[in-house]
Nanobody, 120 residues
Framework: QVQLVESGGGLVQPGGSLRLSCVSP????????MGWYRQTPGEQRELVAE???????KYAESVKGRFTISRNSTENMVDLQMNSLKFEDTADYYC??????????????WGRGTRVTVSS
């Protein structure tokens, strides 16, 4: 059973920073892509950032220049450094891992989420 475990959420003032981390303990294969999504009540979950096994990254326009995603592929760990946080970054953040196994089975795993609240 693949698990994604997030940590690092919390309350921060506007302009502050937080670092989210996600690990997948016990997973015996390397995920193709790992990333972070976020969701607010009544809204669809949206991509924040993702990074693939080659190190290629993709960011939402709203976070470019403020957030940085990094990854340890060997350990199936992914971090999201969030700087210059804004009120609108408040959301539940979810770790994601997706790809296809060598037997051509696709997978798409989610963590349970960690809450980020930006408030003064």
């Amino acid at each position: 059973q693949v698990q994604l475990v997030e940590s690092g959420g919390g309350l921060v003032q506007p302009g502050g920073s937080l670092r989210l981390s996600c690990v997948s303990p016990g997973t015996k294969f390397s995920f193709y892509s790992m990333g972070w999504y976020r969701q607010t009540p009544g809204e669809q979950r949206e991509l924040v950032a993702e990074i693939n096994s080659a190190g290629l990254t993709k960011y939402a326009e709203s976070v470019k220049g403020r957030f940085t995603i990094s990854r340890n592929s060997t350990e199936n760990m992914v971090d999201l450094q969030m700087n210059s946080l804004k009120f609108e970054d408040t959301a539940d953040y979810y770790c994601n891992a997706r790809g296809m196994t060598i037997t051509a089975r696709s997978y798409n795993y989610w963590g349970r989420g960690t809450r980020v609240t930006v408030s003064s």
